[in-house]
């Protein structure tokens, strides 16, 4: 399936859309049964999307994270509670969602969200 530039931004806009106005990064295990940080993110958080593409909104962090491994990153809804959205992999190299310095957070670590991209693909006519 070959997606067009309009749709991929259509579907890119809804994400941002859907994270609506109190939405959250929280830094959590593996099975998202504990959370180490939790990031705020701005209002919209994220910019209009070009090429399918969208870019967070400022640099989300939390200055007072947890003790604990993280291995993922879920987005939620509001900043405490609501429903998660979507789930990114957390590593410091390879090829994971999100990179991060150090995945050993200790209570009073500082936990920023430098950058990040979310790509809907234009994908590929498949012929066969």
């Known amino acids: 399936m070959l997606l067009s530039t309009s749709l991929r931004n259509t579907l890119a806009d809804a994400i941002d859309t859907a994270l609506g106005a109190t939405a959250s ?7 998202q049964t504990a959370t180490y940080a939790t990031c705020n993110l701005s209002n919209p958080a994220f910019g209009a999307a070009a090429a399918g593409v969208i ?3 400022g640099t989300p962090s939390d200055a007072s994270a947890s003790a604990g ?10 900043v405490t509670g609501g429903n998660l959205l979507f789930t990114l992999g957390v590593a410091t190299s390879g090829s994971p969602d ?5 995945n050993v957070l200790a209570n009073g670590d500082q936990v920023d969200i430098t950058s990040l991209t979310i790509t809907v693909p234009a994908g590929a006519v498949d012929v066969t």
């Open 25 to 31: 990064a929280r830094f959590q295990n593996t099975a």
């Open 55 to 57: 870019t967070l909104s």
């Open 69 to 78: 491994t993280t291995t993922r990153c879920g987005f939620y809804d509001a």
């Open 98 to 102: 999100m990179t991060i310095s150090n």
